[in-house]
């Protein structure tokens, strides 16, 4: 099996475009809506990187990313956080909690693709 | 009348202004120089006798010695100072300055007056750009369907073969995300479409008591038990930042409060669960007007909507020259926030016959349409007279329907106003469309 990779996204038809490319790319796509719902299996088996979108119902993905960043297992765990909100407070607050890599929406898909591809070669 | 702390520095520059020594001041008034030094330095009051007597001396009248808002400038003064990094030096003589100069003073007070105004309105700009929450929730909607419609669209365009089951869906879903954004542009012009700039809080009273009422899911028990006045249940909101607003949300409650006594929620809910929604049978059963059935039913609590098994509603009123008097928004069908809606809409049909009630099924533009039901009646609005011109007042409810009753015919076509609205060909188009396009 390839690598896996978590997508949290609440957005379903953008959460399945981004399945279908991981998944060519050679990845094995699990998919959330709810950022509280996917806590628990990321803290059990952590994927290889996870692709989290910011503003998310319940739990938003700075309260995601703050909790994985607390927790021994997941604190290494390389996260691509995705928003619609181009704030640079956004970004500021996603690299403070300490997210790996920042995109905006609407992203490319080859920048995608190249983004978790250099993220989880290191 | 108040005597100013600032008396003296006043009498000072008056005197020097008249070129007159200390002493023949203090000499033609009484008194000896040394006090008449005291007072133009501020450390003794001055009586008004005295006050008479130098005021007399200067040629001026007392008023323009004692009477001044000395606080108000001293305070803008120094406002001013700080924001412009004066030196501490120059703060300590804000009194002097303003004593002296009170023409000088009063104009940097109103300069920095209005410095602090349009910085309020920047700030509130800016946090409406920022941190409004339907402006957020609009750009978030629509960045969010141009993502997936991007993202979709280049799997398509990809030279690489995909199943066809994927394709299917990924077809669908562009036609949904499609959809999608034009409804979310559409809200987002609308919206924009009503630039406000009163510094009240950008918003127009009718808008901030849409906005008070939608907050309480434009359901207010107080005023359903006739615990409280309208008075009283907004005098407290501070949400309902203006007079204005207060007094247009007195008007609507008062309105509300008269439609939940004609039509008492327990009997209403009654007849309806027994007779289905049926607005005429429920005026005539109740013996009121149409339009006030239409109000009470846009007025209903949320759990009453659920247990009759009707959507929340959609409530649009107008006076006669078509300008919305109040909108309960609907999801699928934009209310302009300014300006002319579609004329199509059966609310401005119904002016065309007043006191004749309308049910019409709606269908909004394009390929994903949404469908209405609505009910709308126009009637007299005060007086009637033949010494002053009759208005009417035109009530329209919108009720979601995906499929309306076969015997009402087919849905009519019709948008929110005509910038935004994507109906090609349309009989009563008054400008082109921005969407056309998207059609």
Redesign the interface.
Known sequence: MGKRVLVIED?P??S???R??LR?DGWHVDVSADGADAMGALRRDPPDLLILDL?LPGLSGFEVLRVLRDAAQTRDLPVLMLT??G?AADRVEAERLGVTRFMT??????EVIAAVREMTQA | MPRSALTGTRIRARRNLRGLRQAELAREVGVSASYLNLIEHNRRKVGSELLAALAQALGISTDALSEDDDGRLIEAARAAALRSGADLSELERIDEFTGRYPGWAKVLADTQGRVERLERIVDQLNDRMTHDPYMGEALHEIISAVTSVQSTATILNDAREIEPDWQARFHHNILQDSARLAEGAVALVNYLDAGKTDEAGLAAPQEEVEAWLAARGFYLPELESGAVSPEMLVARQVELSSEASRQLAVHWLHQFRRDSVALPLDAFMQAVSVGGFAPDRLALEFGVSFDQVLRRTALLPAYAMETLSLDPPGLVICDSSGTLMFRRAIDGFALPRFGGACPLWPLYQAMQRPSMPMRVPLVTPGRLGRRFLTYAFAATRGPVTFDAPVTLQSTMLILPEPQSPAEIGPPQIVGASCRTCARPECPARREPSILMSVA
């Open positions: 957005e038809n953008i399945e475009a981004l279908f490319i060519r503003m619609a909100k704030h929406k609407p992203f490319a898909n080859a």
